[in-house]
Every structure is written in C-alpha cells, then in structure tokens.
C-alpha cells in the first residue's frame, strides 16, 4: 500500500535533522548513476522570506541526500515568466547547487508526449531525459486551483510560454484541473517532497501571506500526497478540482499515512465552497472574480502584459479588456508588486473600467 510520511519541522535550521532520517527511507528508489531531476518550484523573484519559492535549505538537503546515494542529481523549471536562472538565482538556489556541483538547467525544449488523456501538450525534454524525479513543491493556496501542491507543481515540466495558453485553451477550473491532472500522469515523480514549514496563504501563489505552518508530507504518489494535506487542513476533497479530476480517473490510490498533523490556512479570495460541483462552476463562472490594475502599486515592468495568454493587459494605460479576459490570474500570479487586485465585476470600480 502507498504512504504518506507527515514529519513536524518548526525552522528550516532544523530541516536537515528532520528530513534526512525520512529520506532515507526512499533510498531504494534511486540507484547509483541515475539521472535524477530535482523540480522545485520557481514561480517569480521574490524574496525567499516570502514563502513564494523552494527554500535552499530544503534543496540542500535534498542534493546532498542525492549525492550520498551516487546518483547524478540536476535542478531545473521553467517560471510563467524569465528564466528559472534567474529566479533561483534571486532565491539562493543557484548557490546550493554550486555547493553540491550540480547544473541547473532551463526547460526549453518541448517534446509531444503519448498519453491515455484528453490533452495533447508538450513536456520539456530535460524533463523526460531523467532516470528519475524528485518533485519539491511548496505548500501554498492558488487564485485559480485554490491550492498549489505536488500535482501542480508539475506544470512547470511544461516548457516556457506553453503554460500561458493551456491557460486559454482549457478555460473551466475543471478542465484545467484535468490537464495539470494528466501532465502530473505523465511526469510521474518518483518522489514527491511537499515544503509547509512556511506555507503561503491567502491570495497565492506569490501574493498571499507566509504562514509556519512547520510541517513536511512526503511520498511515492503525488495524488495521495495532496490527498493527505487537505485532509491535514480538514478540507474535502470536493473543493479542491486536482482530486476530483484524479478520482474521476481513478488516479488516487490507497493509501496509510504515516505521522500526523492538523493546520488551517486562509483561502484565497476566489475560493467557493461549490468550488468542486462542476454543473455549479460552470453556471457562477460569470460571478468569478476580475483582475484589476492598482496603479498606486504598479511599476510598469509588464510582466503582466507579456505573460497574459490572453492578450487583454495594456500597461501603458493600465487597462484590461474584460472581453478578452478568461480569469486565469496568470497576471495576479506573477505580479511582483502585488499590484493586480481580484475585484467583484459588479463593484462600482470594475463596472466603470469594462468596456
């Protein structure tokens, strides 16, 4: 049977003694020589305290466990917008994998992947030339998916501005879900490592709040892993689409989890408790939240603009056209200034900025 190891780390100063003893018990996954790809997640250039990106301390831990085993581990991901270099520069990951000699690489190649799903999509070529993949997600709330865990942590397999448009090309939460559901299918992590010593709440993944949350779930399956942490945060299953889309395709095994641990975390704005009723989210996806610019905060760096699959942000007259817009929140996601605010279309702000 698949298990799920809950371990309780307070700091990242204790994140060696506390997951190394848990690591080794997945040694016998890994074998001497094996290429081994480390993804952590990479969204944006935030300050590490932000809780926004993979903390170094917990990917030094990792590299070194890697190492030990004789294996050949390398880094790589590929951010909504720039280079992942960049970002792990910016957050101290870059100075890790100089620690252990360890080369980060860009996913810039895409390859069409053969799969039993519904969605034909790329994957980056330095993903699928691993032997092996330790997936190293932080635990964090999502505008869009409501949360960002182990699934969804896959997205970044897929390579640069594809992300943008599956944003476009699978509107409904639903159906989104369904595709980060089949890309994490075919990624098919050998480990997944999810971060939640500081967690990041409200308005995720990059605008919420840092929360200790002081805890670490890992495992082999990366849909009872996520499974496990929402019944850690007493949330059902039924609000949160990734699960439903991978019980549907009967992608959630059994499973026993070893250790414990119970938490809360504030949900993002846009989060419903019909979140998971698809006939309802299809008839209240007309009452979801609109994006709008605060120009008090806003530094005219568009990445906004660049990243919108849509093509519906125009910085220089800090407009959006809301006929254009599919409420991906991409722009929310990636805004380094949390400068994008999630707005009801029927305050009177909104009203007066549609077309």
């Known amino acids: 049977m698949e298990k799920v190891r809950i371990v309780e780390c307070t700091d990242y100063d204790n994140v ?85 000699d360890v080369e980060f690489v860009e996913f810039e190649t895409p390859v069409a992947v053969e799969h039993n799903g519904e969605y034909d999509f790329n994957i980056a070529a330095e ?3 691993a032997d092996k993949i330790v997936n190293l997600a932080k635990l964090k709330t999502h505008s869009l998916t409501f949360l960002t865990l182990a699934v969804k942590n896959n997205y970044g397999c897929v390579p640069g501005k594809e992300k943008g448009k599956w944003h476009f090309k699978a509107l409904k939460n639903s159906r989104f879900a369904q595709l980060l559901v089949e890309i994490c299918d075919v990624v098919n992590p050998t ?15 990059s605008n919420g709040t840092p929360k200790r949350l002081g805890v670490i779930f890992t495992g082999e399956n990366p849909f009872a892993v996520d499974d496990s942490i929402l019944k850690s945060l007493s949330i059902p299953r039924r609000r949160y689409q990734i699960l439903m889309q991978a019980r549907r395709k009967h992608l959630i095994p059994e499973y026993e989890i070893e250790g414990s641990w119970k938490g809360t975390m504030t949900l993002p704005q846009t989060a419903k408790v019909f979140s ?8 209240f996806n007309f009452f979801k939240k609109i994006p709008a610019i605060n120009t008090e905060k806003c530094i005219a760096c568009k990445r906004c603009e660049r990243a919108c699959p849509a093509g519906a942000i125009t910085i ?39 077309p």
């Open 276 to 283: 998971g009723l698809d006939i309802i989210n299809r008839s």
């Open 316 to 354: 220089d007259d800090y407009s959006i056209d809301y006929k254009k817009c599919i409420r991906c929140y991409v722009c929310h996601e990636i805004c380094p200034e949390d400068a994008i605010n999630l707005k009801s279309r029927f305050t009177p702000e909104s009203r007066k900025k549609r």
């Open 16 to 100: 060696a003694e506390t997951l190394i003893p848990v690591l080794k018990g997945y040694s016998h996954l890994f074998n001497e020589g094996d290429k081994v790809l480390v993804k952590p997640n990479l969204l944006t250039t935030r300050d590490i305290e932000r809780a926004v990106t993979t903390h170094p301390a917990t990917l030094d831990v990792v590299l070194g466990f890697l190492k030990e085993l004789g294996t050949n581990p390398y880094v790589g991901d590929s951010p909504a917008d720039g280079k992942g270099y960049n970002v792990a520069a910016k957050t101290g990951l870059i100075d890790i994998c100089e620690k252990h």
């Open 127 to 129: 993903v699928l030339n």
């Open 191 to 205: 480990l997944n490592i999810v971060d939640g010593i500081v967690g990041h709440e409200g308005n995720g993944p």
